[in-house]
Structures are given as structure tokens and as C-alpha cells.
């Protein structure tokens, strides 16, 4: 029996579909569409690179393109326990409240810490306030977004009409007005009613029509989703196979009746499903170990498809045959990116610069439009547009010979063209709108750009919010206008790469130009903490470049920082295990070192005095200082009972006691924590994507909450605005920065 599944084994092996690889191109149509490896078939590997028919792979080294391989690699990242993961990589035990696919339950593993050694720092108040364990009155309503998906995606931007457009952030579909900001939203809501998305959306899709949307995000067994833009109803809801990690690229036919989706599974499997049968599928099948960057359907077959990635190009039909792109003499490239025309002709970019034509699956013309990767082409109205890494958008004619260039200050990646306008979203994680002659460059649009985005701030006199992240800026949002009104860089000057062990992230930008925390003194200086453990000091929300002072006591990066509430000083919590304070008003002079955690610094409080620092670390530990004195308080517990804190943002201690839901795993869950300045609510931002609203005092384990969806992955901070009529959220992986209401 093992030798005939042997066998049986080496056949599939032997007869897989290894369509980019040049090594077979047997395909089937499938009833259903489960993966390959459910069929039984087994894992190719280890299998040779073969040049595709027709063309010879250039022997001169490509023009190297960091974007192009972070995206072909993955976007590798580091886990919180230090592993080194795929970006789609998901924990299958993470629960997904939606009630469309069930819940899956937490905390299969080990119940939250045997040993709490926080529990021994927590002592009720002599007279505690009644702890009321249902849900506060007050909700919260997603109020706007700002930001957009960029680093890992393409063709995800399109017109829904002269006025509106459709993209996609965390696990949130947004059509907004272009001129208003106003934004509905597709996935946003209390978990227990909202329909949508749990993680990333990583790809989307828009109708010929502009009235459907097709989204799909990442996770161990990706949903997708066909909805409408008018007002965001669900038409069809259908999973990818488990294991397929993410849906990379999504395509409706001409006729909106099929949508095609490739997977980020190891086969990197192609899927067709039938949109008016509820999503039932239609084909399916392998492409083979090489990634696939871009798939489309053509707009003048609606059976026919095409998808580019490492190799070159391969075209599908739903009805069975697969045909690999014929270079025809034109030199072999790796593909980026794919558009059709309207009649017939299909049209990729590569990752040397070039646009090739296909007709009949051959190459019919290859130009040299760019320098660097094109990372982004359209074919729309017999016209063809395409942007570069040379942050350039060229316009050609259907023959690509150029009609205008427009520069750009960052190079798109997504391109979509209604009448007179273009509309862009580039790699810096803007949305442009600019004319065809080049006039009226408009930024619709900013957001952060790169790795992780956790600090976030409220400046009391202005009400403007400040956020950082890893991609080398601190941003200022305008929450009435709903505008990015300000930026400023961390470092101009790149300085050495990150070492293992650091602040985990997918940035491209060194330590120097990342930053992890914010906060905005009574002087309006402006604090910010460093992935290299640097502190920096701006003048004011309107001069984020204006250098004030800079420190470099502590010696890993900074997740925490806080202003005493006169102002005076200033307390910075570090991964060095430290808690560094510092004298305002003498120029920021280090005034004090405390030293006693056993881990890195989470979060902190001063005492309405100023007197008294409560902290939390990685250890679990909470502990109490005299700020002033630099000594730590060892009976604070119980000697600071009835002390009242400034702010509370620490996920240990008597009023935050039930933060913690039943079957979470570990005390990590929990990112963030503020309580509200009228004191009546506490927020917790956790690793569910959910923004979760307390009562203050949060006392019990059995207290109950709002829990809001919106975010994917992880929100790392939740905040109030100074009046508590606002509430603002950062994302963490997801980079979006959204305001609820």
C-alpha cells in the first residue's frame, strides 16, 4: 500500500503545473475549487528554473529593485517572539468574530499566565468606586480613515465616479468623496454586527460598471468578498482554500459574472468563482513556485485571463487551456505589473523598465519606457499609462509611444483614468488626482508609508493629532478638516541598518528613522522616541522639522513617553529596561534614571503631582517611582493606593483588571490602554484588530465592552482627544490611522 502511494505521489509530482517555470503546463478545470494540496497532490520543490519558450534570460545583472524582491520575498517580518515569518503568515488560533464564517475561540493553548507578578502591586483604593460591569452607554462610530495600503499591493485605486473613489486600508473597503472626505465604509462596526473582513484587505477589484468591488484579504484561509459601492451590501462571500495565506490579486471578467484570485500559498494557486452563484467555483489551478505579482481578466474575452510575476506572463481560460507568454526574441524579464486593453492586447511591465505587448499570447512590441521597475500600468480609452521607479507617469498611445510625462513625487502604484482625470496611488501611501496635460497635481489623500506605525499624540491647544512610524516621518492630522496638515522627517541622514533584536519590523528605513512614541508638552514641544533609542525634541506641531533639543541616554528604542502634567518634565520609557526623566525647562537635562524592571518599558502614568511614575514592562511587573527623587517606591503599592494619576494607560492595575477577555493567551494581547479625562471610560487597543470601550474602573474579569472592527491585524494605541469626544487609533502593521466619533 505505502509503495502504490508512493508512487502515486511521484505522479502528481511528475505531472504538477509548473506554468512560470517552464517545467509542464498541464492544468485541470476543477469542480471545486480546493487547493492542490487538498487533492493530495504532493509539494513540489527544489525545481530547476527553466527560460520560457521563445526568449533567451538576459545574461547582464538586472537593475536591482528592493521593492520588487520585498514583494516576490513576501515582506518577511519578526513576530513578537522573535520569529522570522512570511507577512501573510497567520495565527490560525487568532479568533474572527463574524458571525458570516463562526467563531473561532482563543486560548487553546496555555490560560493567561500561571504566575500574574503584577497581582502583588494591586491594591483596591480604601474607598474603591463602584466597578459597573456592563457596557457604557456611550458607542463609537468610524468617523474617517486616513491612509491607504500601498507597500505589497497594485491596481487597488479606481473612480467610482467623477466624484467618488474606492481603495482599501487594514481590513476596511472605503469609498469616499474626493472633495467632502466623507467615507462610508465596507467591514467597519461593533464586532458583534459587523459584516466584512478580519485581517488585511491585500487586494480589490472594481466592476466594468463601477458598481462592484471585489476584496480580498490575508489569513490562514482567506475570505473574499463582491460588494456594492453604493452602499457597501455584501453580494457574495466565499473563502480561499486554507493555507492559501493571502488573496494577492482579484479580477473581475468584462461581464462581472467571474472573479479570479491568486493565492500566496506555496503553488500559488489561481482560483475562478461564479459571482452570481454566491461565489462557486470554476477552475482552479497551480502556477508554481514563483510568486505572481498582477492578474487580470481580458476586457475582451470573458473567459480569458492573464497573470505576470518572476518568468514572464501565462494566460488562462476558465475553460481549461493555459498558454506561457512567447517572448518571441524579445529579451526575458520578470514582470510586475498587467493590464488589457480593450482590444485584446495585453500590456506588462517589467522589472528593468520595459513595456511588452502581447497579442496571441506573443510579444508584438517591447519599449523601454522607464528607468527602474514599472511598478504600475493601466490601458484605458486607447491609451496606455505607466509609472516607474523613476517616479515618473508616462501617458503613450495603445502603440506606447509617449504623449506626455508627468513627474511624480513618488512613483504610483495604481493608476486609474476617468475622463480628463488620472488618479494615483503612490508608494509614499498618498492618493493623487492630476490632469492628463500634467496640471492640477492634487493630493487627495497621505498616510504612512512603510513598516509599523504606532506613535500617536494629541496636541491639547490645537486638537491636531501627531502620528510616527517607520517610515521616516511624524505626520499631523486635522481631525475637523480631515487633512494631513503637516509632516515632519525623523532623520535626514539614513544611519546603520537594524540589528537583530530590535523594534520588529517590515521598514526599509534603518533605527535613525523610525520612531515608536509621541507626546506633545504644555510648551507645545513635541517628543519623539526613536527606534535607535534617540529623543527627539521639535518645536511644535507646525514646525515638526524644528529641532529643540536630542538625547541619546537610552540605549534600545522608546515605546513609551510622557509629560508631567505641569509640563515640567519629561519621562521616557525605553527597551534598555529604563525609565529616563528629564528636566524641561533646563534644556532637557537628565534628571533621573530609574532602574528596577526586569524588561522593557510599555507603558507609564504620572501622578496628578508630578511626584510619582507608575510603569509596566515586558515582565509583567508593575512598579512605582518618586520621579523627582529617582528612587523606586518598593510599598508603593499599597502607599500610593488613593493616589490619583494624571492618565491612566497601564494594562495592569486595580481600575484595568478586566481588561482581559476570557481565553486570551498571554498579557501581550492587550496593546494599549487610556482612560478618558472625564474619567467615565477606558479604550484598549488589542491584537484581534479591535478597538475595545470599557467603563472606568474596569475592576472585574467579567466586565463587558463595545469592541469595534476596522483595523486587521493589531491596533498597537488607542486614544481620546482632549475633550473625550474623539477617539484615535493606529494600527501597527495596517499603518492606518483612523478617527471614531
Not at 137 to 154: A, F, K
Not at 232 to 249: D, E, N, T, Y
Not at 251 to 266: E, G, H, I, P
Amino acid at each position: 500500500m505505502g509503495v502504490h502511494r508512493h508512487f502515486y505521489n511521484l505522479y502528481l509530482l511528475i505531472d504538477a503545473s509548473f506554468i512560470f517555470m517552464g517545467c509542464g503546463a498541464s492544468q485541470e478545470k476543477q469542480n471545486d475549487a480546493v487547493s492542490p494540496q487538498q487533492r493530495g497532490e504532493a509539494e513540489e520543490t527544489h525545481q530547476p528554473k527553466v527560460a520560457a519558450e521563445g526568449g533567451e534570460k538576459s545574461t547582464e545583472m538586472d537593475e536591482f529593485d528592493e521593492e520588487y524582491e520585498r514583494e516576490c520575498g513576501g515582506f518577511q517580518r519578526e513576530t513578537k517572539d522573535g520569529r522570522i515569518v512570511r507577512g501573510t503568515d497567520r495565527n490560525e488560533g487568532r479568533p474572527e468574530e463574524n458571525e458570516m464564517f463562526g467563531l473561532a475561540e482563543a486560548g487553546a493553548g496555555e490560560q493567561f499566565m500561571a504566575v500574574k507578578p503584577w497581582i502583588g502591586a494591586i491594591v483596591a483604593p480604601t474607598n474603591p468606586p463602584e466597578n459597573n460591569p456592563s457596557e457604557p452607554e456611550r458607542r463609537l462610530e468610524l468617523n474617517h480613515v486616513y491612509g491607504i495600503r500601498v507597500e505589497d499591493c497594485r491596481s487597488h485605486l479606481y473612480y467610482v465616479n467623477e466624484n467618488e473613489i474606492v481603495y482599501m486600508i487594514a481590513a476596511l473597503g472605503i469609498v469616499m468623496d474626493k472633495n467632502s472626505k466623507q467615507q462610508r465604509y465596507f467591514g467597519a462596526g461593533e464586532k458583534r454586527t459587523a459584516k466584512g473582513h478580519t485581517d488585511d484587505i491585500r487586494s480589490l477589484a472594481i466592476s466594468p460598471d463601477r458598481s462592484l468591488v471585489a476584496t480580498g484579504e490575508v489569513g490562514a484561509q482567506p475570505k473574499m468578498f463582491v460588494w456594492r459601492t453604493s452602499d457597501c451590501s455584501i453580494v457574495s462571500q466565499f473563502k480561499l482554500p486554507r493555507g492559501a495565506r493571502a488573496a494577492v490579486s482579484v479580477s473581475f471578467n468584462k461581464d462581472a459574472t467571474l472573479v479570479a484570485v491568486t493565492a500566496d500559498d506555496n503553488d500559488h494557486c489561481l482560483y475562478v468563482y461564479d459571482v452570481a452563484k454566491g461565489g462557486a467555483p470554476v477552475y482552479s489551478t497551480k502556477t508554481g513556485p514563483e510568486p505572481i505579482l498582477a492578474m487580470a481578466f481580458s476586457k475582451h474575452d470573458p473567459n480569458l485571463l492573464a497573470a505576470a510575476g518572476k518568468r514572464g506572463v501565462v494566460f488562462f481560460n476558465v475553460n481549461g487551456e493555459t498558454k506561457k507568454g512567447l517572448f518571441k526574441g524579445a529579451e526575458m524579464v520578470d514582470m510586475a505589473c498587467l493590464a488589457w486593453d480593450e482590444t485584446g492586447t495585453c500590456i506588462s511591465g517589467s522589472s528593468k523598465g520595459d513595456l511588452y505587448l502581447w497579442k496571441g499570447f506573443s510579444v508584438i512590441e517591447a519599449k523601454k519606457i522607464h528607468t527602474g521597475c514599472v511598478h504600475s500600468v493601466a490601458a484605458i480609452g486607447g491609451k496606455l499609462y505607466s509609472s516607474g521607479r523613476d517616479n515618473q507617469l508616462c501617458i503613450l498611445d495603445a502603440q506606447a509611444n509617449f504623449t506626455n510625462k508627468i513627474p511624480l513625487p513618488s512613483y504610483a502604484k495604481a493608476i486609474d483614468v476617468l475622463g480628463s482625470k488620472i488618479l494615483l496611488a503612490t508608494r509614499n501611501a498618498s492618493i493623487l488626482e492630476v490632469n492628463a496635460d500634467g496640471s492640477g497635481l492634487t493630493t487627495i489623500m497621505q498616510g504612512h508609508s512603510d513598516g509599523e506605525t504606532w506613535g500617536v499624540a494629541v496636541d491639547p491647544q490645537t486638537g491636531i493629532v501627531l502620528t510616527t512610524g517607520d517610515d521616516n516621518s511624524i505626520k499631523a492630522w486635522d481631525p475637523k478638516t480631515k487633512t494631513c496638515v503637516g509632516s515632519g522627517i525623523l532623520n535626514a541622514t539614513a544611519g546603520p541598518k537594524k540589528k537583530t533584536g530590535g523594534a520588529s519590523t517590515l521598514s526599509m528605513y534603518p533605527p535613525n528613522q523610525c520612531a515608536r512614541a509621541l507626546a506633545v508638552g504644555k510648551n507645545g514641544h513635541v517628543a519623539v522616541g526613536l527606534n535607535n533609542g534617540e529623543l527627539h525634541i521639535r518645536a511644535g506641531v507646525n514646525s515638526l522639522d524644528q529641532a529643540v533639543a536630542k538625547k541619546t541616554d537610552a540605549r534600545e528604542w522608546i515605546e513609551v513617553i510622557a509629560y508631567s502634567p505641569n509640563g515640567e518634565l519629561l519621562a521616557v520609557g525605553s527597551h534598555d529596561n529604563n525609565i529616563y526623566v528629564y528636566d524641561v525647562n533646563g534644556g532637557y537635562k537628565l534628571q533621573a534614571t530609574l532602574k528596577a524592571h526586569n524588561s522593557f518599558i510599555t507603558q507609564l502614568d504620572w501622578s496628578v503631582d508630578g511626584q510619582y511614575i507608575h510603569s509596566v514592562c515586558g515582565a509583567y511587573e508593575l512598579l512605582f517611582f518618586h520621579a523627582t527623587k529617582g528612587v523606586q517606591e518598593k510599598s508603593g503599592a499599597s502607599a500610593l493606593r488613593d493616589e490619583e494619576w494624571a492618565t491612566w494607560t497601564t494594562k495592569f492595575g486595580w481600575p484595568a483588571q478586566g481588561v482581559f477577555p476570557p481565553g486570551v493567551i498571554d498579557g501581550s494581547h492587550i496593546n494599549g490602554v487610556s482612560r478618558s479625562h472625564d474619567k467615565q471610560l477606558l479604550l484598549t487597543a488589542d491584537d484581534w484588530g479591535l478597538v475595545n470601550l470599557y467603563r472606568f474602573p474596569c475592576a472585574a474579569e467579567a466586565n463587558k465592552c463595545w469592541s469595534y472592527r476596522g483595523h486587521s491585524e493589531h491596533v498597537v494605541r488607542a486614544i481620546f482627544s482632549s475633550d473625550d469626544t474623539h477617539v484615535f487609533s493606529v494600527g501597527g502593521y495596517d499603518k492606518a490611522v483612523m478617527q471614531w466619533r
